[in-house]
């Protein structure tokens, strides 16, 4: 007598794999993953393979952030120190025989791939600290605080060494945000506050002696120097330097409250707006989809922020929280960082807008982040504190 076996359905078969997930959450990623599909394909329908490839990094993201997603906060934990320890080893190789590109020295041939050890970084470095603070929970003191200190400063050090001042302090950012929520006190966050403000003001109104030619600012290399001084004015040089920022700023402008309408962004279809379906991609969705858009944009970030610091609030260990706080709080830099500079407010230092932006280290970075947030979630679900 024969025997048969019937395969469970696929959803059924699906259902332990998203069991605990946030609704919410996934929700907020859902509708800014279908905003950088329109995007995209508005402003990349005439480059070929663009929206393909595009489509494809975002289902490998996704891929990564379902993976990543099973792997309870214990397990990750435990992969901190490791992750921290090959980061930093991959870079100071960078710093030994890396590969140079448009005079940086950011990326390394390991024969089958080439890759940029920073991007590591972006995830290992909350780890790191996120670990550190879980062990030294309940005890915290100083010294606590300056070996965090200390672990930040060795890979961001060799990141600005690359030079990479994007990447570097978005690294900066990602531990920094750990070290906060950590509990590092107000006394030592405000002083550095002031004198940033202080420091912002004192540029804007020296702009004229200190962007002068000949200039050497020494703490800086010249092209960010020259970053700074285009932000500062745009219109000194603006067929040269001040050309991405400027065309960003019309684009943006041109848009008015409704937007041109959907693939009808002249500014981005004459290939006014640079690097439209990279960096600049948020001048192009302002020129189509206007005021209006935006705030419809900004609307979608900030609830998949709120929500991702809610999940963070509610994990059961002190690493859940540091880890989900400062991975979430990353994205909102990105955000905050790209429109910035697109806008004119920032200088230009090539962050990508997550979910909107092409690109593949940085989408699959994306993917792993969240998959990590999820995990947070996910574990306070199934099993209760």
Not at 125 to 137: G, N, T
Not at 365 to 382: P, T
């Amino acid at each position: 007598m024969a025997v048969v076996i019937e395969k469970p359905p696929v959803l059924s078969r699906i259902a332990p794999l998203v069991r605990g997930f946030d609704g919410q959450f996934l929700l907020a990623v859902a509708l800014l993953a279908a905003i950088g599909q329109v995007v995209m394909y508005s402003v990349a329908y005439d480059i070929p393979g663009r929206y393909l490839d595009h489509l494809r990094n975002l289902l490998i993201a996704a891929g990564a952030m379902l993976v990543v997603s099973q792997i309870p906060p214990q397990r990750l934990q435990a992969l901190a120190v490791p992750a921290y320890v090959a980061g930093v080893v991959l870079l100071i190789a960078v710093e030994l025989f890396g590969l140079t590109r448009k005079g940086a020295q950011r990326w390394l041939d390991l024969g089958v791939i080439t890759i940029q050890p920073s991007e590591l970084m972006k995830i290992a470095m909350p780890l790191m600290l996120a670990w550190w603070f879980q062990r030294r929970e309940g005890r915290l003191g100083k010294r606590d605080f300056l070996a965090a200190g200390a672990l930040l400063a060795v890979p961001v050090g060799l990141i600005l060494k690359q030079p990479d001042l994007g990447t570097a302090l978005l690294v900066l950012a990602s531990g920094l945000f750990v070290i906060f929520f950590a509990g590092l006190s107000w006394k030592l966050i405000v002083p550095p506050l002031v004198l940033g403000a202080v420091g912002v003001v004192t540029l804007i109104v020296m702009e004229p002696q200190w962007c002068a030619p000949g200039v050497d600012w020494v703490v800086l290399h010249e092209y960010q120097r020259q970053r700074v001084c285009t932000l500062l004015d745009p219109a000194k040089d603006p067929l040269g330097k001040g050309f991405h920022i400027l065309q960003g700023m019309i684009a943006i402008g041109s848009g008015g409250l409704w937007g041109k309408g959907f693939m009808e962004g002249t500014q981005t279809h004459l290939d006014f707006v640079p690097e439209r379906s990279t960096d600049f991609i948020f001048a192009a969705f302002s020129e189509e989809f206007g005021f209006l858009g935006v705030l419809g944009l900004l609307a979608a970030y900030t609830y998949f922020v709120a929500r991702g610091l809610m999940l963070a609030a509610e994990a059961s260990t002190l690493f859940g929280r540091l880890l989900a706080g400062a991975l979430i709080l990353v994205q909102f830099v990105y955000a905050f960082v790209n429109m910035g500079m697109v806008s004119g407010i920032l200088p230009v230092v090539g962050v990508p807008l997550p979910f909107l932006s092409y690109g593949g280290t940085a989408m699959v970075s994306l993917g792993a982040s969240l998959g990590m947030i999820l995990s947070v979630g996910r574990y306070k679900r199934l099993v209760p504190a």
